[in-house]
């Protein structure tokens, strides 16, 4: 599995109701393929076998085709099948057959989407969450909570542990966002006014994404500078003055001094990967900001899910 | 409606004939009541519109293929201006105004117009017998109408802030926040949206009245049946829209808040506090009666380019078309189920299952006529004795993209599987596939079909040829790529995809679709230059060039004031060729049935009204 290989079908999935999308997305091309090719076969022998030329003339009476009328019916059944087979069973479950209230090992956030910011808020060790106002926001207590230090929020970094059911309760404070999560098969409208739960379920740890994943090639230029995600660098660069710019291994992210210094060391191209490889993007256009819109997602183990409520509860 | 007779009250085709006296210049070719003249209108308006739309794309490709880097061309950044282009590369809220208009003008000004204005208006008359449409006054204001629209839709983009940048959609409540020109915009729509209402109670008039005697409903050309559906979409499903740009007219210009709901918080201001605005409205409201209308359109897009493609392959493979009452069943069931298909825009907002389950049933529904409507034209191929002629090749091209276009559209009107290609470059791949290679292939092969008409003159073959394969295949290197595109989960209306991983990782088909678009315009300048140079310099054709069938050629080309020297009467269905026995292959359906085999037209004994 390389998530990073794109651009032929599907992404890497790492959701455990991901397989059946790509399952109904793979079978409604079988049957488009098998339409078109069947078309299309049939289109052209038309064109070759009947073209005008000397000596030729059109049949005014057709023969009677059956072979349409079996096609059409067939195609209606295969549609059927798809429809009450897989997709209104399986979309129910993943969409409204939310884990029991009392289910003991699910994990509930809120996400709040803004222009151009993806927050997370997690209840506390009470497991409550704290009341909230528009009149407190705040730089320093964003979501307007009465009491910031009883829960943590997360800005643009997602995280939640793996193999537990996660219930992410999605709205937006201003426009409609998008909350997609591409390798998780995740997603849903951020719309203002509804708090609207989806629920999703991750197989494997952002260390193992990361570790199947190969390197990719950055293209060095001013277009990086204020990009926020952090890369881990995968070879070393000298500057031009022959100090360490980057040892391979670091953690970084694109700053100015980063990238001026790379381009006076002469780097077009640097090996590198994601610290965080799965992508949180927003999927509806929501102003100018709309394709910074990411946020990072870290599938955690359970020890690195508690450390990060403890980090972000210290704050 | 009290009157039986199948051509209506024969009142109605001579009462209108008191405003065809003019002949000055301005009323003859300015605010002309002829149909043909303000089809001609429609269609240059129309073809400038979609030109224009093009080039807006154009400049977003820029973008898209080389982020953040200068445009290539320093005068072309000059011209834009250091606010929309500020040291040459696109700002981000520029490249969303060309976004939302390059859709708003493909759609509304470009590909309806030609469709349904041009087309429509020029050709339903001619094929149905009639001197004229039924209300020639409401057809020049449809025009002007339009043409007011079009030009506040262009000068939205000198105001301050630029033009509307939500998206051809304008989901509030981002497009209640957005500068001035989202006011423009709905001010626009309801002059577009008025402009088509007064166009398609036209049609619905003139077609159900106007016919020629012995025009039965089941002898109508298959576009016109196309256009009569359209007519009735347009009619039922624009009329939502117009009232909810009035309300989000309202929701900008007068604080009210029917698409706010309560609470929002913009820029981390309480939005109550910076505007005073009351909320409890609906963000989504908006996106159903917007749909309501955007669903049908798509068949107002697709339903008259059938119409077109139906009489050019009937014409060209010499034999009626298979299937032609299935046809017409097919295509009324089509525009009816088009209106219950909407909310599967709307799969990811949360709707409940009963819902969603619906909505996607209704669609697996209507994707059984359109698989109908195609199998009857590719079987319409068998037997047949096909000539290659440009509009042919053209109509032939439509049907492959066609299909592409509808069977891509499965998986999105699935939920199951629209939950990883809503809102991806996939939908973009989708829809284009039905609007550009789809219908666009089919209005060019309509202009190339109906060009003798309205000129006298054939438009050249070797331009046509220069004009149709480059434009085939690079239509398909556009919109193929996009398919995978979102497949690797890349959302649309990115400014720069490169932020994602996801989106690094298909950056080269990217760059193949920007090449690929920039190349299509080089490719259209065959089809420019034929267009214009074969008004005077084309080679001189006979009124029936096609050998065709239908009432259109029974009229002498170009069609005079009142279109026919005598008002035909109609005596066969649309698609009469090769009938056995004949010595032509084609039997007009204005000829009589005793002359018949000559395959002549013979004069009516019934004067015309004028």
């Given amino acids: ?315 | 409606m009290t009157d039986t007779h199948p051509n209506g009250s024969p009142g109605a085709r001579e009462a209108h004939g008191g405003g065809h006296g003019e002949t000055s210049f301005l009323w003859k070719y300015v605010f002309s009541q002829d149909h043909k003249v303000i089809g001609i209108q429609y269609g240059i308006t129309g073809l400038c519109f979609l030109f224009f739309g093009f080039t807006l794309m154009m400049l977003m490709r820029w973008q898209l293929a080389y982020p953040n880097q200068p445009l290539p061309w320093p005068w072309l950044a000059e011209l834009l201006g250091n606010i929309r282009a500020p040291g040459g590369v696109l700002e981000a809220g520029f490249y969303n105004q060309l976004g939302a208009m390059h859709g708003t003008i493909m759609v509304f000004l470009g590909v309806v117009p030609i469709a349904v204005g041009a087309f429509g208006n020029y050709v339903v008359p001619l094929q149905i017998g009639a001197p004229d449409m039924a209300f020639p006054k409401l057809n020049m204001a449809s025009y002007w109408v339009y043409f007011c629209g079009g030009v506040i839709m262009l000068a939205s983009f000198f105001v301050p802030g630029g033009a509307a940048s939500s998206g051809w959609t304008s989901y509030p409540p981002l497009s209640n926040i957005a500068t001035q020109g989202q006011t423009w915009w709905l001010v626009g729509m309801v002059f577009l949206i008025t402009s088509s209402l007064l166009g398609s109670v036209n049609f619905i008039v003139t077609i159900v009245q106007m016919r020629a005697p012995g025009l039965s409903m089941f002898r109508l050309p298959f576009f016109v049946w196309a256009q009569l559906v359209t007519a009735f979409l347009l009619l039922l499903a624009f009329p939502p829209l117009e009232a909810a740009g009035v309300l989000q007219l309202m929701d900008r210009v007068f604080g009210t808040s029917f698409f706010l709901p309560s609470g929002l918080v913009v820029n981390a201001i309480p939005y109550a506090q910076t505007t005073g605005y009351s909320g409890g409205g609906s963000a989504l409201l908006w996106q159903h009666l917007f749909w309501f209308l955007a669903h049908p359109e798509v068949y107002v897009l697709i339903l008259p380019a059938m119409g077109i493609v139906a009489e050019i392959v009937a014409n060209n493979t010499r034999k009626p078309l298979w299937g032609y009452r299935l046809l017409v069943y097919a295509a009324i069931f089509l525009g009816f189920m088009s209106f219950i298909v909407w909310a599967h825009h709307m799969f990811m907002t949360g709707m409940g299952t009963v819902m969603s389950t619906f909505f996607q049933t209704t669609t697996m529904i209507i994707s059984i006529p359109s698989v109908i409507i195609l199998t009857c034209m590719i079987l319409s191929l068998w037997g047949g004795s096909i000539r290659f002629s440009i509009p042919m090749l053209f109509a032939l091209a439509f049907l492959p993209m066609f299909a592409i276009g509808g069977l891509t559209g499965l998986p999105l009107g699935l939920t199951l599987s629209d939950l990883h290609l809503h809102d991806t470059y996939y939908v973009i791949g989708h829809f284009h596939y039905v609007v550009a290679p789809g219908t666009i292939m089919a209005l060019f092969a309509g202009i190339y079909y109906w060009y003798p008409k309205v000129t006298g003159r054939k438009m050249s073959g070797l331009l046509g040829h220069l004009h149709f394969w480059p434009t085939l295949i690079l239509m398909n290197s556009i919109f193929m790529p996009m398919f995978f595109m979102g497949m690797a989960g890349l959302n649309r209306r990115m400014y720069d995809q490169t932020v994602y991983v996801h989106g690094r990782g298909v950056q080269p088909l990217s760059l193949m679709v920007s090449w690929s678009a920039w190349m299509l315009a080089v490719a259209q300048i065959p089809f420019i230059i034929n267009f214009f140079k074969s008004w005077k310099a084309g080679e001189k054709v006979n009124d029936n060039p096609w050998e065709a069938t239908t009432l259109e050629w029974a009229a002498p080309s170009p069609p005079p004031h009142g279109n026919f020297t005598t008002l035909p009467e109609v005596h066969r269905g649309p698609y009469e060729y090769s009938v056995p026995g004949q010595s032509g292959d084609f039997c007009p359906q204005h000829a009589r049935p005793d002359s018949a085999s000559e395959g002549t037209p013979s004069a009516p004994p019934v004067p015309a009204a004028h």
């Fill in chain 1, 1 to 315: 599995m390389d998530p990073v290989k794109f651009g032929y079908w599907f992404p890497a999935d790492v959701s455990t109701h991901g397989p059946s999308v790509d399952l109904l997305i793979d079978y409604v091309h079988y049957l488009a393929v098998a339409l078109f090719v069947g078309w299309g076969i049939f289109m052209l022998y038309c064109l070759i076998r009947f073209r005008q030329r000397p000596g030729h003339k059109a049949q005014y009476e057709l023969p009677h085709f059956k072979g349409s009328k079996y096609a059409e019916v067939a195609v209606a059944l295969i549609e059927l099948v798809l429809l009450l087979g897989f997709s209104i069973p399986v979309w129910a479950s993943i969409r409204y057959e939310l884990p029991r209230t009392d289910a003991p090992d699910k994990v509930v956030v809120r996400c709040i989407a803004e222009q151009f910011a993806w927050y997370f808020w997690y209840p506390g060790p009470d497991g409550e969450f704290e009341p909230a106002s528009a009149d407190r926001i705040k730089p320093s207590n964003p979501l307007g909570l009465r009491d910031p230090s009883r829960d943590a929020v997360s800005k643009d970094e997602f995280h939640f542990p793996v193999n537990r059911p996660i219930v992410v309760y999605v709205t937006s404070r201003d426009v409609i966002h998008g909350f997609n999560i591409p390798l998780m098969r995740v997603k849903h409208d951020a719309v203002p006014g509804l708090n609207i739960p989806i629920w999703f379920q991750a197989t494997k740890t952002n260390d193992e994404i990361f570790a199947a994943m190969s390197p990719e090639r950055l293209r060095i230029g001013p277009a990086l500078v204020g990009r926020k995600e952090p890369y881990i660098a995968m070879e070393a660069v000298k500057a031009a003055d022959g100090s360490d710019l980057l040892k391979s291994g670091d953690t970084f992210v694109f700053g100015e001094a980063l990238v001026k210094g790379l381009t006076g060391a002469g780097v077009q191209e640097l090996s590198v990967k994601l610290k965080f490889p799965v992508e949180l993007a927003c999927a509806q256009l929501c102003g100018n900001g709309h394709s910074g819109m990411r946020a990072a997602v870290s599938i955690d183990t359970e020890e690195q899910f508690a450390a990060f409520i403890a980090g972000k509860m210290a704050k």
